[in-house]
């Protein structure tokens, strides 16, 4: 196919280790799994970028400036991140797209017409549901249901609109941009695979053919 050219950013590092699981760091794993994806598709002819190649600080800032200040103008933009959630049950792939959404002007959180819609970014949510579909059948996690950020929803107890925050990759890369939850390292079952060449293996495989299925399909790269 037609060369994609792409940034692969490695959450956190440096100062920023991320969640912490019983064995491994966040910001570890990440640039682990962005090195190696970087590697896979350079072999198959894209132009990758990475935000960071070892154990740096890096502001959000500066992260999208990487993206938005190269030239050409990158296809994508896939932040790699893991999970973690109190609930030590939660396990599975799911990914974060940038959502617009829209407001009526004069009206709070607490009218239920405050929020207009809610418009995904289209070839966010479809790169966003390319990857966690390949990811999760290629390596075994569970798919979990992906989501746009920022995200509103009505509670009917609170009577008023509640919002999922917006995430500043998301909101302020020029570039399709996607951040990926590879899995939960607050699962004891996430977590043991998540350390494996095995299964890093099997995560990058799906990642590299989800990104270039996206390619073909919604770039037209063939």
């Given at each position: 196919?037609?060369?994609?050219?792409?940034?692969?950013?490695?959450?956190?590092?440096?100062?920023?280790?991320?969640c912490r699981g019983h064995q491994a760091v966040e910001k570890e794993l990440t640039l682990i799994y962005a090195l190696d994806l970087a590697v896979e598709l350079k072999k198959r002819g894209h132009q990758i970028i990475l935000t960071r190649e070892d154990d740096r600080y890096l502001s959000l800032d500066?992260?999208?400036?990487?993206?938005?200040?190269?030239?050409?103008q990158p296809d994508f933009f896939l932040?790699?991140?893991?999970?973690?959630?109190?609930n030590p049950k939660a396990k599975g792939t799911w990914c974060l797209y940038y959502n617009k959404v829209y407001f009526q002007a004069g009206l709070t959180p607490k009218d239920q017409g405050y929020v207009i819609s809610q418009e995904p970014s289209s070839l966010g949510r479809s790169l966003a549901n390319t990857l966690t579909c390949y990811i999760s059948r290629?390596?075994?996690?569970?798919f979990r249901q992906n989501q746009g950020r920022p995200f509103y929803w009505w509670n009917e107890k609170e009577n008023q609109w509640k919002k999922e925050g917006q995430l500043y990759v998301l909101r302020h890369t020029k570039s399709?941009?996607?951040?990926?939850?590879?899995?939960?390292?607050?699962?004891?079952?996430?977590?043991?695979?998540?350390?494996?060449?095995?299964?890093?293996?099997?995560?990058?495989?799906?990642?590299?053919l989800a990104i270039?299925?996206?390619?073909?399909?919604?770039?037209?790269r063939v």
């Open positions: 196919m037609a060369s994609l050219v792409g940034v692969i950013d490695a959450g956190h590092g440096g100062k920023d280790p991320g500066e992260r999208t400036k990487i993206a938005n200040n190269h030239n050409p932040s790699i991140h893991f999970d973690s959630n109190q290629k390596a075994g996690t569970q399709c941009a996607v951040l990926c939850e590879v899995c939960f390292l607050s699962n004891q079952e996430d977590e043991t695979r998540a350390i494996t060449r095995d299964f890093q293996k099997k995560v990058i495989s799906g990642m590299v270039e299925e996206w390619g073909r399909k919604y770039l037209g």
